[in-house]
């Protein structure tokens, strides 16, 4: 009698914790407040109010390979609203530098047309290069690492379809699947590639960015001394401005990107390997292109590229403008208004560059988008439903089941913020191409 006692002591309670797990973890309280705590203290219950998906909550069910993804998702809705956020507020800095109504995109046309009819003719002509967005590779196998143990950041490394920036100091071999090309000071000042910045031209030639001296022909702009200060559109003789990377015939005295015939980096130059069309390159310092995280778990791999894009650095570009001032401008024998142009200009310039860079992460969010609503998501719920065929203790059964209810609403979180973020994009698209900026 006395054994039987004490069989029955070691199972209810066992039976009994079972019981508070999978009664809690549907919402109902069968044995009550107590059982309930003794539940929750010991982890066996999903989620309450206030700490679902929904809520910013990542941590489900306990198993880093699956709340990897609850944090990817987490992740994008933050970064997707920070992005949102961010061109608004732009937008709404240009409507208030023109007297528009924040938040009203005709009257922000309306009022950004009536800017340039007053002061310019022929409207604005805006060049630039596409921001470059980059992700490090070490970051990237970190946050891989967490997710998969058997990732070893030190002696893995990411694929790169793109441009690999090299750490400072470190040896480069791009292999036969990429060209090394250097970025800095040009040998001699004599730039055997592409030209960023100043180029001193003592000799009159072509410029394809902003002219300070003499033009040959049409200049769009000139100074109060009756200098060239805008588009040439003949031959200059002077300083030329280039805000995208071009050929320079006479000193690159801004930074240049050229091929090194040594096949070596000047200590002073930033070395990076461009790869050639459709390959990949090894990288471990910073990709300027699409990421591939090396082999892992599917779940896993799935989170590493979300994560690589939500952490891509997209800086602001550089833009050339080029214009005409109107007569009335032109014939303005105080240039003050001019120079009320050109300043105001100026702020607008670095509004929309700023607005450029935040469209192009969006670009790559719109990928990180589809592919947690899809590839991502079948990959974790068959992790889930493979681990729960296996043998697990309680906890991690339970968790994992939490989890799998968890995901329809991570899913919809990452399709609401995919609408937000399309929203954002129409919005600076329908304002700044009316202004021809695509």
Not at 133 to 151: G, H, N, R, Y
Not at 170 to 181: I, N, P, Q, Y
Request: net charge neutral.
């Amino acid at each position: 009698m006395n054994r039987k006692l004490r069989g029955l002591m070691y199972t209810i309670p066992g039976f009994a914790i079972g019981v508070v797990a999978a009664t809690s973890c549907s919402g109902k309280d069968a044995l009550g407040g107590l059982a309930n705590d003794l539940a929750a203290q010991c982890g066996l219950v999903c989620p309450g109010d206030g700490e679902h998906i929904a809520d910013g909550n990542a941590s489900i069910s306990g198993v880093a390979s699956v709340d990897a993804f609850f944090s990817s998702v987490v992740r994008f809705q933050t970064t997707a609203d920070a992005i949102s956020g961010g061109i608004q507020a732009e937008l709404d800095a240009i409507a208030a530098s023109v007297g528009a109504k924040a938040g009203d995109n005709a009257d922000l046309k309306a009022k950004l047309k009536a800017q340039f009819d007053a002061n310019i003719s022929g409207g604005l002509k805006v060049t630039y290069q596409p921001p470059q967005c980059t992700v490090s590779a070490k970051a990237t196998l970190e946050a891989q690492a967490k997710c998969d143990a058997s990732i070893k950041p030190g002696m893995a490394s990411v694929k790169c379809e793109g441009s690999c920036t090299a750490d400072a100091g470190v040896k480069v071999d791009c292999g036969a699947s990429a060209t090394l090309k250097c970025t800095g000071t040009a040998p001699m000042l004599t730039c055997m590639g592409e030209c960023k910045g100043d180029c001193q031209l003592d000799a009159a030639a072509s410029c394809s960015g902003t002219c300070n001296g003499t033009c040959s022909g049409t200049c769009t702009v000139k100074d109060a001394a009756g200098n060239c200060a805008g588009s040439c559109m003949g031959m200059c003789k002077g300083t030329c401005k280039l805000e995208a990377a071009a050929s320079c015939s006479g000193s690159c005295k801004g930074e240049c990107t050229y091929t090194p015939p040594s096949g070596m980096c000047d200590a002073s130059a930033q070395a990076h390997c461009d790869a050639m069309a459709n390959a990949e390159v090894e990288c471990k310092g910073s990709c300027s292109g699409k990421v591939t995280p090396p082999m892992a778990k599917a779940e896993c791999e799935a989170s590493a590229k979300a994560d690589a894009s939500i952490s891509a650095d997209c800086k602001p570009p550089s833009l050339n403008v080029s214009y005409q001032f109107n007569a009335m401008i032109m014939g303005d024998a105080t240039g003050m208004g001019a120079a009320k142009f050109q300043a105001w200009l100026e702020g607008f310039k670095g509004h929309v560059s700023a607005i450029l860079a935040y469209r192009a992460k969006l670009d790559g969010l719109a990928t990180v988008g589809t592919d947690l609503a899809g590839s991502a998501q079948g990959a974790i719920e068959g992790s889930i439903n493979a681990t729960l065929k296996g043998k697990l203790d309680l906890k991690a059964s339970i968790g994992l089941k939490c989890a799998l209810d968890e995901v329809p609403g991570a899913i919809k979180l990452v399709k609401d913020s995919g609408t937000k973020l399309q929203a954002s994009a129409q919005g600076s698209l329908d304002v700044l191409g009316s202004i021809g900026v695509s």
